[in-house]
């Protein structure tokens, strides 16, 4: 994977099919440049009309979540066949709203990306601390705990494939963005586990991000970090006006 610098918007249970046409429209009129890498996870009923929107443009489009399994009685669920056929590049694993209100455990999360790398599609991990936990200074504990039983039996070339996001849920959706230095701290502390585990060409191919209230304002300092790639945004990808600051940031 490469570490050209990377803005993924989560759209979350946000935007109609209609209104994501029309942000996508907008973001090509006004998207000059082929350079930039912007990928965008809308909700799952929309994929199929982004897909065709973004033809022939630097847009990539993924899902926010998918199913472990191949197929069978899982009501509710989407397969990673399923996404495949309708041209999605990326799949978002391991969100910290997925582990809370899914209740997803880095076991399942290790299957989805198995499952995501059997068929050619770039799995997204995320992973991260609570406020509890990194007042306890148990971060690192956490993001041990999530690396190991997460990327579990993935070969070195698989590792090297996918993209790992470092998103503190403490700055999830709350405005309380973390600090630059907060975020290289941990990208480097990944990188340095991706290292020790499956080498270090792998450790410096996999592009890492940092998500949490990133804004125009606060991209500049992100980007400047030695080892963060890019970011994840939530809330400021859903204007417009303020993805595009954050592309052009
Ligand atoms: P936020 O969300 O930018 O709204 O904090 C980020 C994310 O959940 O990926």
């Known amino acids: 994977m490469s570490r050209a610098p990377l803005v993924i918007a989560n759209w979350k249970m946000n935007k109609t099919s209609q209104e994501a046409i029309l942000f996508i429209d907008g973001l090509r009129k006004e998207l000059t440049s082929f350079s930039r890498r912007v990928w965008i996870a809308p909700s799952f009923v929309s994929i199929e009309a982004c897909v065709k929107l973004v033809e022939n443009s630097s847009i990539c489009i993924g899902a926010q979540n998918m199913h472990g399994g191949i197929e069978g009685a899982f009501t509710g669920e989407v397969s990673c066949r399923m996404l495949k056929e309708v041209g999605v590049h990326f799949v978002i694993l391991g969100h910290s709203e997925r582990r809370l209100y ?95 585990r499956f080498g270090r060409e792998c450790s410096q191919k996999v592009a890492i991000l940092y998500g949490g209230s990133v804004k125009a304002e606060s991209m500049q300092s992100f980007m400047q970090q030695t080892d963060i790639d890019g970011v994840l945004v939530g809330g400021a990808s859903l204007d417009l006006r303020s993805f595009i600051q954050i592309i052009e940031a």
């Open 102 to 196: 899914a209740k997803e455990t880095n076991r399942e999360i290790n299957e989805k990306l198995k499952m995501a790398f059997s068929h050619h599609l770039t799995p997204v991990f995320c992973l991260g601390e609570s406020l509890e936990e990194r007042e306890r200074a148990q971060e690192k504990l956490v993001w041990k705990k999530q690396l190991e039983e997460g990327l579990q039996n993935l070969t070195e070339i698989q590792a090297s494939q996918m993209i790992i996001a470092y998103e503190p849920v403490w700055a999830i959706g709350t405005g309380r963005v973390a600090t630059p230095e907060i975020a290289q701290t941990a990208a480097l502390w990944i990188r340095e586990f991706l290292e020790e």
